[in-house]
């Protein structure tokens, strides 16, 4: 584990001890540093925007009522991301059907001024490419920063199925870039 990963994992780790003692103060930090992998995460299950900023909120308000039970183990991404896994599933338990809202991964330009509409465009079009899974995978590592092991334990599935669905979709994401 690299330095910089070791400190925003402490980080996250001292946020959510901050909050098992009632600093509500820590909330707001917790936020800065997880709302865009978690709401990455969930739009990438949910495919719907309203939805995935319910998950987020909902993941918040869960990591504050279970905070107290925290137990530091070094993989507090991990441990946000699985609360924000099973919410997205309640979510899609509870619709009658999925939604046909295009996947959007950055939402509105509001949502990461860093990308311009185009940028926008072409990464939902590679998105699009991918399939449900894949497409999780690749935001759990590259947005939420989580190594292969840990998606596979949140995904249910073995390390070796993780780590081809990952190239594979970096080889569809390269592919559809290549092609436009």
Not at 7 to 31: P, V
Not at 93 to 100: E, G, L, N, Q
Not at 160 to 174: D, E, G, H, Q
Request: glycine share 2%; with cysteine; aromatic share 6%.
């Amino acid at each position: 584990m690299s330095k910089s990963e070791n400190t925003a994992f402490d980080m996250l780790d001292e946020y959510i001890s901050r909050l098992s003692n009632g600093d509500k103060s820590a909330l707001a930090d917790l936020y800065c540093c997880v709302s865009s992998p978690i709401y990455s995460y969930a739009l990438s299950v949910l495919k719907n925007r309203c939805d995935a900023e319910d998950v987020l909120q909902d993941t918040l308000i869960e990591i504050w009522r279970a905070a107290p039970g925290y137990k530091r183990m070094g993989k507090p991404m991990a441990w946000i991301i699985t609360i924000a896994k099973n919410l997205c599933m309640m979510t899609l338990r509870s619709r009658s059907k999925i939604s046909d809202e295009p996947f959007d991964l950055f939402g509105t330009a509001a949502d990461n001024p860093t990308l311009n509409s185009d940028d926008k465009l072409v990464i939902n079009e590679c998105m699009e490419k991918l399939s449900d899974e894949e497409r999780q995978i690749v935001i759990l590592h590259s947005v939420s920063g989580l190594k292969h092991r840990e998606i596979a334990q949140i995904l249910e599935l073995p390390l070796p199925t993780v780590l081809s669905k990952y190239n594979r979709a970096i080889k569809k994401l390269r592919k559809t870039l290549a092609d436009e």
